[in-house]
């Protein structure tokens, strides 16, 4: 089956590096790969519209400024198609458009990839500059909150390494972005994941300390029981995802790691030990709230040389 991802680009290098981030994915972990590069134009003023209804001259020169915006368009579009091809994938995988932008460039993207059944939308980190801020903060934010059916890839920095790394809490919300992660990479007997928990302690439901030492040694023990079980029923459910999808179980690791640097410097810690090129997230977790505001955040905002899926 087919996936089909959107990759916003504007010519920057943040944008440069998010296409070659597919490129790389494309070229030894993802298969039936079909990519549409999007562009979103600079704005026309409102006041040069009503003023070229008025002239004639000025309706002319009105023109020549769309002529000039959509040249510019085709010229980032063929700059990152080309990038594609250098990849190794062939003409007829790759889509160019270019749309005007008539609101803001996130509910731009977010029209385009939702209406176009994308599988995936892909994000530089960072935009050109601040007078073309198609990717800085506020957009790839919006896009971030906004895209809650749509999963979202942020690539931040140049990535490397195929490793994926998917971190997950047991819930729903983990459920999914294994799901989503199967149907992308699986039937690649190349691919290697790793399950990745993060333990949760006493400390992350009561931030006051407790006089009685025993009591408080009794909630933790129970605490880390009742994670144990349901870690167990989620590997399993998780397993046979990845094994439907064409994985093999020498394909899969877990891994558990006891809090203490909290969830989102757990997550990040390990990337960087372990040199993964890839994480993935689910948007919602325990609580509807586990990887969802400042955890994904984190993770996307720090995650130097590495792609972030946030999977709704």
């Known amino acids: 089956m087919d996936k089909k991802i959107l990759i916003s680009v504007d010519g920057s290098q943040a944008a440069d590096r998010a296409v070659d981030y597919v490129g790389l994915m494309e070229g030894a972990m993802i298969r039936e790969l079909r990519v549409t590069l999007f562009h979103v134009m600079n704005p026309l003023p409102p006041f040069l ?3 070229s209804q008025r002239d004639t001259a000025s309706f002319k020169r009105l023109q020549e400024l769309e002529r000039k915006n959509r040249q510019g368009a085709q010229q980032v579009l063929e700059h990152c198609a080309q990038r594609l091809y250098r990849h190794g994938l062939e003409v007829e995988q790759v889509e160019q458009k270019a749309g005007p932008r008539t609101s803001d460039a996130a509910r731009d993207i977010l029209f385009e990839a939702e209406h176009g059944m994308y599988d995936a939308v892909v994000l530089g980190r960072r935009g050109l500059s601040k007078a073309q801020e198609l990717f800085v903060g506020s957009v790839t934010n919006k896009v971030l909150q906004h895209a809650e059916r749509l999963p979202v890839w942020v690539v931040g920095g140049q990535v490397t390494s195929l490793k994926v790394l998917c971190a997950v809490d047991g819930s729903e919300g983990s459920l999914k972005a294994v799901d989503h992660m199967a149907f992308m990479l699986g039937e690649n007997p190349e691919c290697r994941i790793t ?58 690791e877990t891994k558990t790691k006891e809090g203490g640097l909290g969830v989102a410097g757990a997550i990040l810690d390990e990337v960087r030990r372990g040199d993964y090129g890839t994480v993935v997230l689910g948007r919602r977790g325990e609580n509807a709230s586990f990887f969802l505001g ?19």
């Open 195 to 252: 399950l990745f928990h993060v333990g949760a302690t006493l400390g992350d439901y009561c931030t006051l300390e407790f006089e009685n030492k025993e009591l408080a040694a009794g909630i933790e023990k129970d605490i880390m029981h009742a994670q144990a079980r349901c870690m167990d029923d989620f590997y399993a459910r998780a397993h046979k995802i990845l094994m439907d999808s064409g994985f093999t179980p020498e394909q899969i």
């Open 294 to 312: 400042h955890v994904s955040d984190r993770v996307v905002s720090r995650g130097s040389d590495a792609a972030v899926w946030i999977v709704g």
């Open 49 to 51: 519209r009503r003023e």
